[in-house]
């Protein structure tokens, strides 16, 4: 290192130490010149960092992110000149998981960028409630994890959208967990089936003798967040008359119980969900445009299950161990193979009912494929094939090793560079197939 540039190394890197997060300094060329003891710790462990390549240690890479059909920051940061964040998925000693990346670049004297600093803020979930974690490695999955991660820290309101069965009220758990909110209640309207008087009472509660069977104050959903975050799930379901009210509330940040000539303050943090297209109610006046404006200035879009395939293996498993706590049980390679070949109209919901009775129908420690099928009225996609040979069937070779490579990528939990060696084939040619699959699979749809 007899380039001028590396001699203001020493002080750069004594400030790693200040950062809590895992932090990083590194050159052009992608290697590690100082790393602080957080980042040891959780990416490292007893390894030798400098010199090595960032994409190596976090990804387990032989190449960069950008080569390796992932978002790369410091190419973003070399060709913006500005800060950059992602989130990527990193491999650490408690496995792959998802890390905020968030690059800086360090300029020399001319304004040259010479060196970055990478902070990394692994985003984790709340060990309290390991059996409500949302799980996934698809970049679909990935993409709405990062707009989650932007928005959890703020207190804007979020509209949460998606088809039933994709996991909203867990997105809206996140989003609470992860902000400054967590320590307050996290309260559930379900706004599905409420008239408008219901409605009214179970939100903004009701004094004694408001009405016919009133015989004692009841505190309304709204106080009962108090401090923390409401949840409004079916947003697209309230009644017309009643989004008038809630939109005084969002506006004036205050309401009346039922009954109650006393208007009170309103501390809550706003998140909605649907599965209903808003903006065409909108456009047919049955949502109130205004309504929809004051709740959905950071809108995020959950994939649903066939657009994420790639986890569904992951999700199987996960959802595995909930159901067959007293008796773990596996999957075999064919029920994975059925489990991925099938469309999912209910998405994770529906997983999870074809898993739960099939442990209630696996006597054994496999789960296989006639333990999954709910009867003759099986729903596996068209046009994709369950198993990779049935009897004498024979099969083009190139048709075969792409259904062999799209099961296998999917179910397979580690690093690319290791699925690449067991493979037999270098970690580029790889890259290179999975390219032409995911190209391939984007013309069937068509």
Partial sequence: MSDPHYQSLPAISSLLDAITAPAILMDRNYQICAANEAYRRTFSADQALLSRHCYEVSHGYRVPCDQAGETCPLKHCIDSGQRQRILHIHNTPNGREHVDVELNPIRDEEGEIRFFVEVMHPVGHDDRNLDRHMIGYSPAYTHML??????????????????SGTGK??????????????????????????????????????????????????????????GGTLFLDEVGDIPLGMQVKLLR????????????????????????????????????????????????????????????????????????EQLSTQRPLQLSDAACDWLISRAYPGNIRELRNLLERASLLCDGMLIEPEHLQPGRGDSVAAGKTPALLSGEEILPLADLENTYLSRISRAYTGDNNTLAQKLGVSERTLYRKLKQLREKDSEDDF
């Fill in 146 to 163: 990062e707009l989650l991660s932007r928005a959890a820290p703020s207190d804007i309101s979020v509209l949460l959208l998606g088809d």
């Fill in 169 to 226: 009220e867990l997105a809206a758990q996140y989003l609470h967990s992860h902000s400054p909110r967590a320590g307050a209640p996290f309260v559930t309207v379900e706004c599905s089936g409420l008239t408008e008087s219901l409605f009214e009472s179970e939100l903004f509660g009701h004094e004694k003798g408001a009405f016919t069977g009133a015989t004692h104050r009841k505190p309304g959903l709204v106080e009962a967040a108090r």
């Fill in 249 to 320: 509330l969002i506006e004036s940040g205050s309401y009346r119980p039922v009954g109650s000539v006393t208007p009170r303050q309103a501390d809550f943090r706003l998140i909605c969900a649907t599965h209903r297209d808003l903006e065409e109610m909108v456009a047919s006046d049955t949502f109130r445009k205004d309504l929809f404006y004051r709740i959905s200035p950071f809108p995020v879009h959950l994939p649903s299950l066939n657009e994420r395939p790639e986890d569904i293996i992951p999700l199987a498993t996960h959802l595995l």
